[in-house]
């Protein structure tokens, strides 16, 4: 049993029946499920196959599986050590503890705010290259 809204907006209580011959089906054909659902969706990449690239692969995802769990652990300890300030400037050994000020200029809200709208000609579009590892890899 789950709950759903219908068309009139009215959340209702849908039971679902088990389906064991469509289970049975899926269960036979989850292999090609995942070729054809989850693999092809990636279709237009080139796929790097030479060992430069597969080595390179192994070693960053290598380097940000250690990175990551210590990355996360110093973003704690820091926490922890900027809470023990209570707020004041504070120093520890080699480590100055300090209030930062910064300022930004919401031009959005600005410009929202006095009704403009920025011509299409002053828009800078720009492309890089971006790096992303799977999780669990």
Do not use: H
Request: proline share 2%; glycine share 2%.
């Amino acid at each position: 049993i789950f709950v759903a809204m219908n068309k009139e907006e009215e959340i209702v209580e849908c039971e679902v029946l088990r389906d064991e011959a469509y289970q049975e089906w899926l269960v036979k054909n989850i292999k090609q499920f995942i070729l054809d659902y989850i693999i092809d969706q990636k279709s237009d990449y080139k796929e790097l196959e030479d060992t430069k690239a597969k080595n390179l692969t192994i070693e960053i995802i290598r380097l940000e599986n250690t990175i990551k769990p210590i990355k996360e652990k110093l973003e704690s300890l820091k926490k922890e050590l900027i809470a023990l300030a209570n707020g004041e400037k504070a120093r520890c050994l080699d480590i100055t503890i300090y209030p930062q000020s910064r300022t930004i200029i919401d031009y959005k809200g600005f410009l929202e705010q006095k009704n403009i709208t920025v011509p299409k000609e002053f828009y800078k579009e720009s492309t890089s290259m971006c790096l992303k590892i799977k999780k669990g890899a």
